[in-house]
């Protein structure tokens, strides 16, 4: 007898065995082709992981499988490999983890037949000369795919407002034509347009990925605006014009449109770029390409991960030290070291690119696992801005500015130029208050107040998502003297708006740039480049290039100095430093003015006057010396329930399971979450930590096989988070 042994997303930490469906010839099945199942009362997609001629499963128990649904498997097998390897290193039930690798069609079982997509080209000699001057949308029609030898899709000519007519009489002056793309055509124009002239440590860095001689992993450290991007964008040249493809890993797609951009300008191969705005088919659509090797670049946020490459060149992970690219939730993989890992198993090339770059990566540096590259002057002529910190102790702040911050703005407006002001929360106010008691709109359902919105107005928990009307009157004492405390984005613009009637202010947040094209419109009237003020979160510290931004304000620099996250100093340095790096990107000298109650700080002076290597080795030396990560492997364990104290006991039960074994861990908790109630659940969380990374692990896992076969852990929602990063 054979079996079917195949991982299935369920929450069971095993692979599951079932007869092979009738008429199946065992010896066409490969691993990782999907097989489709009972499972339960329902039917799941599982993946094969090998065919067997032992089963633990008593005959009566064993159910055929329904189908199989491919011939060959979607992931190539190192990519299987991989997810396999993610699965245990992160402690995640394999089944789940092997589904997430899959775009969601997959998953769901869709046919993974790749269809290459027909695109237009200019014939051989075509010109415009052969076209009548008063046609001129068919003479810019040839123009653009003249300019465009790799072709362009039906929907990107739509796109650019080109109509079948048009496309119809071009064909039939065999002017232009159709064709399929083939994975191994070479474009003959790699570029669009001609590379710059690199300064000599760009060109090192250049070099350091374009020899020839496989794995290897590289730091680069370049300050804001020292033209980290070129230096991507060549050695992804490098690797194209051997006919090799680039997977380019980003924080949000969605916030930085500039970086597609600038790929798409420079280059006239098939790129794509995998965001939230695309449909599951156009997201399988693209996998399939980067898969079949007809996409070259792929740009994608931390699932691209996983994308197969049919002649993978190399690998680049722009502002590594970002959180976004660890998942913080079900299968809680990084992707940063993930593709390290890919990238040695494909044996290339893998870049890490960052002005601030993680504590962990720098580390990695000193440990000898990672080479150290350095861009340390802003490209072209522009000058790193100079900081002033701006004690604001004794000041009377007029909605959260300082009026010496406001004159400032006013100045620099003045000469024409643009201001960036950041303050890192969105809303009116982070909090609304009785005057006559103190009592504070809090979340019902969270250890937390809610946020004052007043467009449209409401109260809103940044949390758990609730939302309620504003109160008119105190629910405490009935006062009705309600005062917003604090300020967020709604507020600073209003009260720049005000102070500048003349200057548009432009608000730039989580819910002014929820329209798909919003946060691109914003971006094309900054860089008109008229005097006005973006008021923003995050959201404007990431990767933009705005030539005419002179000033950035930081209006609220201390808020992550007192943070119980041992990685809030890390935070706030990186983040103060991502935003200052917006300005003065071009010609134009640019200034960062920091509003702080805490201006003699040792941390944020030895920022701003040593900068952040400075910074980042001291802050090594105190993890070290204080055993923290990452000089010591973590793992955390957390729960949530009902009751309150429910979860933490769970977890003292669970600290006693480790008791009883050798060689048992460090630990530090049970503990309630610093925010113990979120969402109606309280929440507790154990850290255990350890030199010896292989004992631990083993351990963890030993653990939580028992605990998935405990009927009280069932009671309980808890979760194994592998090198987490944060503390909550
Ligand atoms: P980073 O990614 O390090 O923040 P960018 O790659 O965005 O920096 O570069 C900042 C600016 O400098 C961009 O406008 C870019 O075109 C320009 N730039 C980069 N390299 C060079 C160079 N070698 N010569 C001239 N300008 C350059
Ligand atoms: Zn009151
Ligand atoms: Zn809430």
Same mark, same amino acid.
């Given at each position: 007898?054979?079996?079917?042994?195949?991982?299935? !997303?369920?929450?069971?930490?095993?692979?599951?065995?079932?007869?092979?469906?009738?008429?199946?010839?065992?010896?066409?099945?490969?691993?990782?082709? *999907?097989?489709?199942?009972?499972?339960?009362?329902?039917?799941?997609?599982?993946?094969?992981?090998?065919?067997?001629?032992?089963?633990? =499963?008593?005959?009566?128990?064993?159910?055929?499988?329904?189908?199989?649904?491919?011939?060959?498997?979607?992931?190539?097998?190192?990519?299987?490999?991989?997810?396999?390897?993610?699965?245990?290193?992160?402690?995640?039930?394999?089944?789940?983890?092997?589904?997430?690798?899959?775009?969601?069609?997959?998953?769901?079982?869709?046919?993974?037949?790749?269809?290459?997509?027909?695109?237009?080209?200019?014939?051989?000699?075509?010109?415009?000369?052969?076209?009548?001057?008063?046609?001129?949308?068919? *003479?810019?029609?040839?123009?653009?795919?003249?300019?465009?030898?790799?072709?362009?899709?039906?929907?990107?000519?739509?796109?650019?407002?080109?109509?079948?007519?048009?496309?119809?009489?071009?064909?039939?002056?065999?002017?232009?034509?159709?064709?399929?793309?083939?994975?191994?055509?070479?474009?003959?124009?790699?570029?669009?347009?001609?590379?710059?002239?690199?300064?000599?440590?760009?060109?090192?860095?250049?070099?350091?990925?374009?020899?020839?001689?496989?794995? *290897? #992993?590289?730091?680069?450290?370049?300050?804001?605006?020292?033209?980290?991007?070129?230096?991507?964008?060549?050695?992804?040249?490098?690797?194209?014009?051997?006919?090799?493809?680039?997977?380019?890993?980003?924080?949000?797609?969605?916030?930085?449109?500039?970086?597609?951009?600038?790929?798409?300008?420079?280059?006239?191969?098939?790129?794509?770029?995998?965001?939230?705005?695309?449909?599951?088919?156009?997201?399988?659509?693209?996998?399939?390409?980067?898969?079949?090797?007809?996409?070259?670049? =792929?740009?994608?946020?931390?699932?691209?991960?996983?994308?197969?490459?049919?002649?993978?060149?190399?690998?680049?992970?722009?502002?590594?030290?970002?959180?976004?690219?660890?998942?913080?939730?079900?299968?809680?993989?990084?992707?940063?070291?993930?593709?390290?890992?890919?990238?040695?198993?494909?044996?290339?090339?893998?870049?890490?690119?960052?002005?601030?770059? #993680?504590?962990?990566?720098?580390?990695?540096?000193?440990?000898?696992?990672?080479?150290?590259?350095?861009?340390?002057?802003?490209?072209?002529?522009?000058?790193?801005?100079?900081?002033?910190?701006?004690?604001?102790?004794?000041?009377?702040?007029?909605?959260?500015? #300082?009026?010496?911050?406001?004159?400032?703005?006013?100045? &620099?407006?003045?000469?024409?130029?643009?201001?960036? =002001?950041?303050?890192?929360?969105?809303?009116?106010?982070? #909090?609304?208050?009785?005057?006559?008691?103190?009592?504070?709109?809090?979340? *019902?359902?969270?250890?937390?107040?809610?946020?004052?919105?007043?467009?449209?107005? &409401?109260?809103?928990?940044?949390?758990?998502?609730?939302?309620?009307?504003?109160?008119?009157?105190?629910?405490?004492?009935?006062?009705?003297?309600?005062?917003?405390?604090?300020?967020?984005?709604?507020?600073?613009?209003?009260?720049?708006?005000?102070?500048?009637?003349?200057?548009?202010?432009?608000?730039?947040?989580?819910?002014?740039?929820?329209?798909?094209?919003?946060?691109?419109?914003?971006?094309?009237?900054?860089?008109?480049?008229?005097?006005?003020?973006?008021?923003?979160?995050?959201?404007?510290?990431?990767?933009?290039?705005? !030539?005419?931004?002179?000033?950035?304000?930081?209006?609220?620099?201390?808020?992550?100095?007192?943070? +119980?996250?041992?990685?809030?100093?890390?935070?706030?340095?990186?983040?103060?430093?991502?935003?200052?790096?917006?300005?003065?990107?071009?010609?134009?000298?640019?200034?960062?003015?920091?509003?702080?109650? &805490? +201006?003699?700080?040792?941390?944020?002076?030895?920022?701003?006057?040593?900068?952040?290597?400075?910074?980042?080795?001291?802050?090594?030396?105190?993890?070290?010396?204080?055993?923290?990560?990452?000089?010591?492997?973590?793992?955390?364990?957390?729960?949530?329930?009902?009751?309150?104290?429910?979860?933490?006991?769970?977890?003292?039960? =669970?600290?006693?399971?480790?008791?009883?074994?050798?060689?048992?861990?460090?630990?530090?908790?049970?503990?309630?979450?610093?925010?113990?109630?979120?969402?109606?659940?309280?929440?507790?969380?154990?850290?255990?930590?350890?030199?010896?990374?292989?004992?631990?692990?083993?351990?963890?896992?030993?653990?939580?096989?028992?605990?998935?076969?405990?009927?009280?852990?069932?009671?309980?929602?808890?979760?194994?988070?592998?090198?987490?990063?944060?503390?909550?």
């Amino acid at each position: 007898m054979s079996y079917l042994r195949l991982a299935i !997303p369920s929450p069971l930490r095993r692979l599951f065995d079932y007869l092979p469906p009738a008429d199946c010839d065992l010896a066409t099945l490969m691993p990782g082709i *999907r097989v489709k199942v009972p499972f339960a009362n329902r039917q799941l997609i599982g993946m094969l992981i090998e065919v067997t001629d032992t089963t633990d =499963v008593p005959a009566k128990k064993l159910k055929p499988a329904l189908e199989i649904l491919d011939t060959t498997p979607p992931l190539p097998a190192h990519l299987l490999k991989l997810a396999r390897w993610s699965a245990s290193y992160y402690q995640h039930p394999v089944g789940e983890a092997l589904s997430q690798a899959l775009p969601v069609l997959l998953r769901k079982g869709e046919a993974d037949n790749y269809i290459p997509a027909m695109k237009w080209r200019a014939c051989t000699g075509a010109s415009t000369d052969s076209i009548a001057k008063n046609a001129s949308k068919q *003479r810019q029609l040839l123009q653009w795919l003249l300019n465009n030898p790799a072709g362009l899709t039906p929907e990107q000519l739509k796109e650019a407002g080109s109509t079948k007519a048009t496309l119809t009489s071009l064909q039939e002056k065999s002017l232009i034509e159709q064709f399929t793309p083939q994975p191994d055509e070479q474009a003959d124009n790699i570029l669009r347009e001609p590379p710059l002239t690199l300064n000599p440590q760009q060109q090192t860095a250049v070099d350091s990925l374009s020899e020839d001689s496989g794995f *290897r #992993s590289i730091l680069l450290y370049g300050i804001t605006g020292s033209g980290k991007t070129e230096v991507y964008l060549q050695a992804i040249e490098a690797q194209l014009k051997q006919g090799k493809q680039a997977l380019v890993l980003v924080p949000e797609i969605g916030l930085t449109p500039q970086t597609v951009t600038r790929f798409k300008a420079r280059f006239n191969v098939s790129i794509v770029s995998l965001h939230s705005n695309l449909t599951d088919k156009q997201r399988l659509e693209a996998w399939q390409q980067a898969r079949a090797g007809v996409a070259k670049i =792929v740009i994608g946020t931390r699932s691209a991960i996983f994308t197969p490459l049919k002649h993978p060149g190399v690998i680049i992970i722009d502002e590594e030290h970002d959180a976004s690219f660890k998942q913080q939730d079900g299968f809680r993989y990084s992707a940063r070291d993930l593709s390290v890992m890919r990238a040695h198993r494909e044996n290339i090339p893998i870049m890490l690119g960052s002005a601030t770059p #993680s504590i962990e990566s720098l580390y990695n540096v000193q440990q000898q696992r990672y080479q150290w590259l350095q861009l340390t002057q802003r490209a072209g002529n522009a000058k790193p801005p100079g900081f002033e910190l701006l004690d604001i102790r004794q000041d009377n702040l007029q909605d959260g500015l #300082s009026p010496a911050l406001i004159k400032q703005i006013g100045g &620099h407006l003045q000469q024409g130029n643009q201001v960036l =002001v950041f303050i890192n929360r969105r809303g009116f106010a982070p #909090s609304l208050m009785c005057h006559d008691c103190g009592w504070i709109a809090d979340c *019902r359902r969270c250890d937390a107040h809610m946020t004052l919105h007043r467009s449209p107005a &409401h109260l809103h928990c940044h949390h758990c998502d609730s939302q309620r009307p504003i109160p008119r009157v105190c629910d405490s004492c009935g006062a009705d003297e309600l005062k917003p405390v604090g300020a967020g984005t709604e507020r600073t613009e209003s009260a720049l708006q005000q102070l500048f009637p003349e200057t548009p202010v432009i608000r730039v947040d989580r819910d002014t740039t929820q329209r798909k094209q919003a946060l691109q419109d914003i971006v094309d009237q900054v860089n008109l480049g008229d005097p006005c003020i973006l008021v923003g979160t995050q959201m404007l510290a990431k990767g933009h290039h705005f !030539p005419k931004v002179t000033l950035v304000a930081i209006l609220n620099a201390d808020s992550g100095l007192f943070s +119980a996250d041992f990685r809030g100093m890390e935070r706030t340095a990186q983040q103060i430093l991502q935003v200052a790096g917006r300005a003065g990107r071009a010609e134009l000298p640019g200034k960062v003015v920091m509003q702080t109650h &805490h +201006a003699d700080h040792p941390t944020i002076n030895s920022l701003i006057n040593e900068g952040y290597l400075a910074f980042a080795q001291q802050e090594l030396n105190t993890r070290n010396s204080a055993n923290l990560p990452p000089t010591i492997n973590c793992i955390m364990i957390r729960a949530e329930a009902r009751y309150q104290g429910q979860a933490e006991r769970f977890l003292m039960q =669970v600290r006693q399971q480790f008791d009883r074994q050798d060689g048992k861990p460090q630990w530090i908790g049970p503990l309630p979450s610093p925010m113990e109630k979120r969402a109606g659940m309280f929440r507790a969380q154990l850290l255990l930590q350890s030199h010896d990374r292989k004992t631990l692990h083993g351990l963890v896992n030993h653990i939580a096989l028992q605990l998935e076969a405990s009927a009280e852990a069932r009671k309980i929602r808890w979760s194994v988070d592998v090198d987490p990063i944060e503390m909550f």
